[in-house]
C-alpha cells in the first residue's frame, strides 16, 4: 500500500475538489459491480466543475454536453502521472468513501450472513419443536413469509421484537396446553404475552405474523390444511379456535331449536336448554355459551327415542320458516348456518358429533354453497348427509341469478366426487339456486322424523 500520508493528502485533495465526486461515486459502483478496478463509467451533462478537474487531470478538453467515459484503468494511470503517484485507484477508493467498498456479491453474503446469524438466534431460544421449525421456515421462505422478509429488511430489530412476542405465544397456545382443549380470547392471551391486548390484532404486522405461524403449525398437523394469504374471516377464525384462541364469543353465535346440551360426566342435560326446547324457544347461543359444554344431542331423540338427527339449513329465512310449521308442537332439532359457518355453529356440530348424529344439511346452489356442503363433508365425512342437495334439486330451485365469472371461479376448489354433478350444472347453466323453494320437501323430511323415521331420506 502507498504511503498513509500521501494516501490522506490524496483523499483530502478529491475530496475538496466537487468536480471529481460523481465520478468517483461511479467508480465505487463500477468496482461494486465488477469486483475488480476495471471497465469504464460513463458521465452525462458534465457541469462547468467536472468539466474543469476532468480535464485538468485527464489532460483532455471536456467542453462539449455530449456524454464523457472514462476507463478506470486509464485513471490510474493518470494517477501515476501526479504528485499520488504509486497509490492504487482500490485504495483510493475505499479511502475516499471512509469504508472498505464491498462487491455486490459480498454485500449480498454479508447480507445472508446477518440474516441466518438473526434467525439462528431466535431458533436457538425457543426450543419448542413448532417454533425451530417455524423459523427454519421462515429462513426457507416458504409460503406465507414474504412479509417477515420485508420486514426484516426495513427493521430487523423491530421485527426481532415482534417475532419474539409471536414465538412465545406459540409455546403457551391454549389449545396444545394438554388433551383437553381449553379456549381463550385473543385480547387476555395477548395481554398475557406482550402486556399489550392488541398486540395480536390480526390487521397488525405482528397479528398477520402469528396467522402464518399457525398457518404453518396447522399445515404441520394436516398435511390437507392449505396456507392461504387471503383468508376468509371464517376461515381465520377457524385457525384460532383450532389453536384455543377466540376472537369473539357474543356475536359469534349459533342459531338453533331442539337441542340439548351436556356437560362433563353429567347425565342430564343442561336446564336452560331443556328448557328452551319444552317452551319452543329459538335460541342465538353465544360461543361463550358453546365453549362451557362437552356434547349436544337432539331433544326428541333424547326423549322420544327417535332416530339420533339434526338438520341444518344455510338461510335463516329458511330456518325460521320450517319452524313456523311446528307451532303446535315440540320443535325438532333444527340449525342454521347464517351462511358462512362461524366457530360457535362448527363447535355444536363437533359436539352433535361426539354423540354419533347424523347431520343432514340443506345449503343454496352457489359456489359459496357447494364450498360449504364441501367443508362440512371433509370435517365429519361419517356424520354428515347432504339433504336435498342433487341434481333434480338444483333443476327445483335453480334461479336467474347469473353467476359472475369471479364466482364461478370458486368451483374448481370443489373437488369431492359426490359434488361433481352439481358443479358441473352450475358451470353449464352459469345460476345459482336457491334452497327457499325446497322448503316444503324440506318439511316433509322433518316431520318424517317425527312421525315415521323410517322415511328419512337416504
Known amino acids: 500500500m502507498a504511503d498513509e500520508k500521501l494516501l490522506r493528502e490524496a483523499v483530502e485533495f478529491f ?9 468517483f461515486e461511479q467508480f465505487i459502483k463500477n468496482y461494486k459491480s465488477l469486483g475488480r478496478i476495471g471497465g469504464t463509467v460513463k458521465l452525462n451533462n458534465l457541469t462547468e466543475q467536472e468539466k474543469k478537474a476532468l480535464s485538468g487531470i485527464m489532460g483532455t478538453e471536456y467542453n462539449k454536453q455530449a456524454p464523457v467515459t472514462i476507463s478506470l484503468k486509464a485513471f ?61 421456515y421462515i429462513k426457507n421462505k416458504g409460503k406465507g413469509t414474504r412479509g417477515i422478509h420485508l ?40 395481554n398475557a404475552i406482550t402486556k399489550d391486548p392488541h398486540a395480536f390484532d390480526l390487521n397488525t404486522q405482528q397479528g398477520k405474523f402469528l396467522v402464518s405461524a399457525l398457518q404453518f403449525i396447522r399445515q404441520q398437523e394436516d398435511k390437507t390444511y392449505e396456507i392461504s394469504s387471503s383468508s376468509s374471516v371464517e376461515e381465520m377464525t377457524e385457525l384460532l379456535s383450532y389453536f384455543g384462541l377466540v376472537r369473539d364469543d357474543i356475536l359469534n353465535f349459533a342459531s338453533c331449536a331442539g337441542i340439548l346440551a351436556f356437560k362433563e360426566s353429567e ?8 328448557k328452551c326446547w319444552e317452551e319452543g324457544v329459538v335460541t342465538n347461543v353465544p360461543l361463550r355459551e358453546i365453549i362451557k359444554v362437552e356434547s349436544f344431542y337432539p331433544a326428541i331423540a333424547y326423549y322420544n327415542n327417535y332416530k339420533n338427527v339434526v338438520f341444518a339449513v344455510e338461510n335463516s329465512g329458511v330456518f325460521s320458516e320450517i319452524l313456523e310449521r311446528f307451532q303446535e308442537q315440540l320443535l325438532p332439532p333444527l340449525l342454521c348456518t347464517n351462511g358462512q359457518f362461524k366457530l360457535a355453529t362448527l363447535l355444536l356440530l363437533d ?14 346452489f352457489d ?7 364441501q367443508r362440512l363433508l371433509e370435517r365429519y365425512p361419517q356424520n354428515v348427509k347432504l339433504w336435498h342437495y342433487n341434481i333434480l334439486d338444483f333443476e327445483k330451485c335453480k334461479s336467474e341469478v347469473l353467476l359472475t365469472s369471479s364466482r364461478l371461479k370458486k368451483l374448481d376448489k370443489i373437488n369431492l366426487p359426490l359434488l361433481q354433478p352439481i358443479k358441473d350444472k352450475m358451470k353449464k347453466y ?13 318439511v316433509k323430511d322433518i316431520v318424517a322424523l317425527i312421525v315415521e323415521p323410517s322415511q328419512l331420506p337416504q
Open 15 to 23: 475530496r475538496n475538489e466537487p468536480g471529481f465526486r460523481r465520478l
Open 430 to 442: 352459469k345460476k345459482a339456486g336457491y334452497q327457499e323453494k325446497l322448503v316444503p320437501e324440506l
Open 367 to 373: 359456489p359459496e354453497g357447494l364450498q360449504m356442503a
Open 76 to 136: 490510474q494511470k493518470v494517477l501515476e502521472r501526479t504528485r499520488f503517484s504509486g497509490i492504487e485507484l482500490k485504495d483510493l477508493l475505499f479511502s475516499y468513501s471512509g469504508e472498505k467498498v464491498l462487491t455486490n456479491w459480498e454485500e449480498k453474503e454479508h447480507y445472508q450472513q446477518e440474516k441466518n446469524a438473526f434467525f439462528n438466534d431466535l431458533a436457538n431460544k425457543y426450543t419448542f419443536i413448532y417454533c425451530k421449525q417455524w423459523i427454519e
Open 151 to 190: 420486514a426484516y429488511d426495513q427493521d430487523p430489530s423491530l421485527l426481532k421484537n415482534q417475532l419474539i412476542n409471536v414465538l412465545e405465544a406459540l409455546d403457551k397456545l391454549p389449545g396444545m396446553q394438554n388433551s383437553e382443549k381449553e379456549y381463550q380470547r385473543i385480547p387476555v392471551f395477548a
Open 351 to 364: 359436539g352433535l358429533v361426539k354423540n354419533n348424529t347424523i347431520i343432514y344439511y340443506s345449503g343454496d
Open 267 to 274: 347425565k342430564e342435560p343442561l336446564t336452560w336448554w331443556q
